[in-house]
């Protein structure tokens, strides 16, 4: 059964850690007309890879280094202008600091220690969308440019429908910094045993953004696909979902945890938590972008109501199929349901960057296809 060709684009403008004692300046209720945006769930950094300034939950810390740039995103839904005040505060010393919005820098020179707002300037806004606003170091006479936490915007373009991440309830900073996923759901005959499910990835290049997840075959009991772990690092990686509803695996019962059956050479395997909990595999491999790479996965209830769920990997340059995992699954009898891909970002501090996968030539087929690979 053949399905569908499809391109997925994750854009990311929806909203670690170095401990401060600088005050911070409460954000209090306001008119419609009167935003208060705190940058540790609205912002990231830019900029060389230094260690001179990052984002916290309470905003921008240990701001040391000039090259190290900060951007906030916005969405405006109504034209107008605004003004937009700035609350850094610095200890010893005074700084000069660029705010840059729709094409316009303006300067502020902050000083002294307790942090309250600062008038920088106003802007107006011809059209609505995210509004990108930076913060860049020009000038220092002290160690830090500024510890800020908050941007304040008032005026006739900002309304209710002004969109950014309020507050960190729920951990959102963490949440909204991450960005968005983006979801393809597959349509099966509900009247259809789907056994096995083969996907084909492309990421173009250029497109293979550390923290991406770039997710081919997903089913209601698991995922398996292929990320960007780190610069140095990149997984094929494929998880089943415990029965037990948990975050934390030791939670897990005995007679619920994901069983593993058998794995291919060179695959790690264990438990994973945090969101859910079951078994998970991975094998370290240095896939390319560019290259188009297959995933296939099997799903088998036995008479022990188990299912058997196995993943199968095939590399290009490898030229072969090869065996990720095979995981038995408890209180589970079912063929695969619920068929999905996704694109998703892991890594807040990159959750500002678009990236893009290439789904093609899927298939599913039910239990009469015989053999195994």
Do not use: C
């Given at each position: ?47 060389r ?5 990052y ?19 916005v ?14 505060s ?39 969308g995210?509004l ?5 170091g ?56 789907a ?71 060179n ?13 998970q ?30 993943a ?58 015989n053999g195994?690979?």
């Open positions: 059964m053949k399905l569908t060709i499809l391109t997925f684009t994750l854009v990311s403008f929806l909203f670690r850690g170095f401990s401060t004692n600088h005050p911070i300046v409460k954000l209090s209720a306001h008119n419609a007309d009167t935003v208060f945006i705190p940058l540790g769930g609205n912002a990231w950094r830019t900029g890879d230094t260690s001179g300034g984002i916290t939950n309470t905003g921008i810390a240990n701001w040391t280094d000039r090259d190290v740039k900060f951007t906030t995103y969405r405006l839904t109504k034209k107008g202008n605004f003004k937009l005040w700035i609350s850094p610095i200890f010893p010393g005074k700084s000069t600091i660029a705010i840059t919005a729709l094409k316009t820098t303006k300067l502020v020179s902050p000083t002294g220690f307790v942090q309250k707002y600062q008038f920088v300037g106003e802007w107006t806004v011809t059209d609505t995210y990108p606003i930076q913060i860049k020009i000038a220092k006479s002290g160690y830090t440019f500024a510890a800020t936490n908050s941007i304040k915007l008032a005026g006739s373009a900002i309304n209710s429908g002004t969109a950014f991440v309020k507050n960190n309830e729920g951990n959102f900073f963490y949440w909204g910094r991450r960005g968005p996923s983006v979801h393809l759901g597959y349509l099966v005959p509900d009247n259809l045993h056994e096995w499910f083969y996907n084909e990835v492309t990421v173009p290049k250029g497109n293979d953004v550390t923290g991406s997840y770039f997710m081919a075959d997903g089913f209601a009991e698991g995922y398996f696909g292929m990320q960007v772990n780190s610069s140095a690092e990149r997984r094929i990686l494929f998880s089943v979902w415990s029965p037990f509803k948990t975050d934390d695996p030791k939670q897990i019962p005995g007679d619920q945890k994901i069983i593993m059956l058998k794995k291919g050479a695959v790690h395997a264990g438990e994973f938590g945090d969101e859910g909990s079951g078994g595999s991975y094998l370290v491999y240095n896939w390319k972008p560019g290259n188009t790479y297959k995933f296939l996965i099997h799903a088998k209830p036995d008479q022990n109501n188990h299912t058997v769920y196995t199968y990997f095939f590399a290009t340059e490898i030229g072969k199929w090869q065996l990720i995992a095979s995981f038995s699954r408890p209180q589970t009898n079912t063929y695969l349901k619920h068929l999905h891909s996704f694109l998703e970002n892991f890594d807040p501090d990159q959750g500002a960057i678009t990236r893009e996968v290439l789904f093609t030539n899927q298939w599913v087929a039910d239990e009469n296809v195994y690979l």
